[in-house]
């Protein structure tokens, strides 16, 4: 089964600990201080689009985008109440590929990990580098390689009324590359549950990786900082966030 194909419908209610309203809040910032104005924006890999529809709520003309077509169901009812929802669309992120270029692209909660390939997410940043106006601004957060390799070996549980999540890691020096092995539990109307099973993999990408890879796409001023921060990051962070902008010219 493909990465959050089960986990779709519980997801929100087994990451409820995502702090989606302080890193709606925190872009904000960010966008103030973007060499343009920020009016439109892309959410790549959007998930169950929670920060999707927070910034539309903020006023932000939003399109999100994701490969999983039960997380974007998810989404689409979430936005529903919206007066002006996100405009969602299926896409991969190295396919990505949108109509008019925006003012800022965002990606949160570690979805670049999920480009397992050199290959993959260099020509995801080309295509972020042409989705984006002159001056326009791209932030995304990564789980850090101290993280991922400090999860070797680990177990992690989640629990709610309705469904519980076993998680086991496993992170591959050779490959960079943690495996997280997924069972879902989900509770049925009849008292019985159902179980599921996924496997997700993210690639460790050192800061040196990121900065290169950005800069041969086209991009400047890159940043890396610790997480909700504007500090230099810690040698024991969890979590970068990456800035970076397409020149005016």
Wanted: glycine fraction near 4%; aromatic fraction near 10%.
């Amino acid at each position: 089964m493909s990465s959050y194909d089960a986990l779709a419908a519980s997801y929100d209610g087994l990451m409820a600990d995502g702090v989606y309203r302080r890193r709606a809040d925190y872009l904000e910032k960010l966008f103030r201080k973007s060499r343009i104005p920020v009016h439109t924006v892309l959410d790549l890999a959007c998930g169950t689009g929670t920060i999707a529809c927070l910034l539309a709520a903020k006023g932000y003309a939003v399109t999100a985008t994701d490969l999983s077509e039960e997380m974007l169901t998810q989404a689409m009812s979430k936005a529903a109440a919206l007066e002006q929802p996100p405009l969602f669309v299926q896409q991969s992120m190295p396919r990505l590929r949108l109509p008019e270029p925006v003012d800022a692209v965002v990606s949160t909660l570690d979805s670049m990990n999920y480009l397992t390939r050199e290959k993959d997410i260099r020509e995801t940043f080309r295509r972020v580098f042409r989705a984006l106006k002159p001056g326009g601004s791209f932030f995304f957060d990564v789980n850090t390689p101290y993280k991922l390799r400090r999860m070797d070996g680990q177990l992690y549980t989640d629990e709610t009324e309705e469904s519980y999540c076993v998680w086991r890691t496993f992170f591959s020096e050779k490959t960079s590359i943690c495996t997280y092995q997924v069972d879902l539990f989900q509770l049925r109307a009849d008292g019985t549950w159902d179980r599921d099973c996924e496997e997700h993999r993210e690639r460790a990408w050192s800061a040196a990786e990121l900065t290169a890879f950005l800069t041969d796409a086209g991009f400047e001023a890159v940043k890396i900082t610790g997480d909700l921060t504007a500090r230099a990051p810690k040698d024991t962070e969890d979590r970068w966030i990456v800035r970076c902008r397409k020149p005016v010219n």
